[in-house]
């Protein structure tokens, strides 16, 4: 079994505040993420595959498919972008790392069967890093 | 437990099958199907598996893991040109995934035994791009 791992990055603004709860319990639980005028992260995103090798060619995955999709899906919707503002899966989501992992994986795998129509390469996980110190693992299996 | 040693090569290879056309070979490896060849700083990221010996407290004694690497991957690999000069890419497409394939059968025979078993070989192209290969199991659902 292979995987191949691609890594990707965008740069983008976001604020973590859950409308649940009051102003003073977003600040005491989001500190600084809470600041009312956002902040911004370089976001890295690998995205791995997983499958058998094509004995022809060599490869698990068309790495130019798999750039196209995450072009088209990801990153153009999210470079330099608010995220709260911007993306309208966030309009009642908090934007936390965990969050935004799970909104790449629904995206990536709607699309996936138009990219890849065979059975195999299958999107194995996405790994975001917020900053380098910040990293966030999602299973593409665990995610509906 | 499993342990993780790193390795580097630089190295040249051109990804193309000979039995394509020019246009099928540019569709499925893009600019890596330039016949004269470009080159990489790999990595490799070998893995063993295996539990610690009672006595020395190593899965393996990393002095004769960076021997075997030396001699299995750097030797053969470092500052060569893939396609001509390391076989059996003669005869297959050095992409990362058979790359990784290859390092993994030149290792396994070197590292199996005495309780302890390749687990995984991870092989960056660039920082961009890496393989894992983890044997010839059965790919999972």
């Known amino acids: 079994m292979f995987r191949v791992t691609r ?92 969050n935004l992992g799970v909104e790449i994986c629904r995206r990536l795998k709607r699309k996936w069967g ?18 380098p110190r910040n990293i966030f693992e999602v299973k593409a299996d665990e995610i509906e | 437990m499993v342990i993780t040693r790193k390795v580097e090569f630089s190295a040249s290879h051109v990804c193309r099958d000979p039995r394509l056309s020019d246009q099928e070979n540019q569709r499925i490896y893009g600019m890596a199907a330039n016949p004269h060849g470009h080159g990489h700083n790999y990595l490799v990221e070998v893995s063993v598996k295996g539990d610690p010996d009672p006595v ?25 040109f893939l396609n001509y000069e390391v076989a059996p890419f003669d005869k297959q497409v050095p992409t990362t995934e058979n790359i990784a394939l290859d390092i993994w059968r030149r290792l396994q025979p070197q590292l199996n035994g005495r309780g302890r078993k390749l687990h995984a070989i991870r092989v960056y192209e660039t920082p961009d791009l890496y393989v894992d290969y983890f044997g010839e199991s059965e790919c999972s659902e």
């Open chain 2, 56 to 80: 020395t407290g190593m899965v393996l004694d990393l002095k004769e893991l960076k021997a075997i690497l030396e001699r299995e991957i750097v030797e053969p690999y470092d500052h060569r």
């Open chain 1, 114 to 131: 138009q990219a890849f129509p065979g059975p195999w390469p299958k999107l194995d996980k996405i790994c975001i890093g917020e900053t």
């Open chain 1, 7 to 98: 890594r990707y990055a965008f740069a983008a603004s976001h604020r973590l505040h859950s409308d649940a709860l009051s102003a003073e319990e977003n600040r005491e639980l989001y500190g600084k993420c809470n600041n009312p005028y956002g902040h911004g992260h370089n976001y890295l995103v690998d995205v791995s595959v997983r499958g058998p090798r094509d004995a022809a060619t060599g490869q698990t995955v068309e790495i130019a498919v798999l750039d196209e999709l995450v072009r088209r899906e990801v990153l153009t919707p999210f470079e330099h972008r608010n995220l709260n503002r911007e993306v309208p899966e966030f309009a009642g989501v908090v934007p936390t790392s965990e």
